[in-house]
């Protein structure tokens, strides 16, 4: 199993950048491809990331394609999220899961979810 711990979230102006990270406990971490979604408010929990085990073949959500940045350190067991050009938008909690099967856009694919952290963008 992988325990998993999401930080680095916080209010930021529109425009701005945040760093989120997702810290794993567990042996087998570096053989899961890891995602990160988020839920804002009213809405349902929608994939934002993905990335596979090697570090290879990201995968985006169309609505932060060419902002956000998926990476991993297998070695620090850590993926990380850099969110550059924040929308108001954006505003929502992060979580990240780890991949079990199936279609990376997919929430169902996951397990192993954090706790969340949350993102603000103020206009």
């Known amino acids: 199993q992988v325990q998993l711990v999401e930080s680095g979230g916080g209010l930021v102006q529109a425009g701005g950048s945040l760093r989120l990270s997702c810290a794993a406990s567990g042996r087998t971490f570096s053989g899961y491809a890891m995602g990160w979604f988020r839920q804002a408010p009213g809405k349902e929990r929608e994939f934002v990331s993905a990335i596979t085990w090697s570090g290879g073949s990201p995968y985006y959500a169309d609505s932060v394609k060419g902002r956000f940045t998926i990476s991993r350190d297998n070695a620090k067991n850590t993926v990380y999220l850099q969110m550059n050009s924040l929308k108001p938008e954006d505003t929502a909690v992060y979580y990240c899961?780890?991949?079990?099967?199936?279609?990376?856009?997919?929430?169902?694919?996951?397990?192993?979810w954090g706790q969340g952290t949350q993102v603000t963008v103020s206009s």
């Open positions: 899961a780890a991949h079990i099967g199936g279609g990376y856009y997919y929430i169902g694919s996951y397990a192993y």
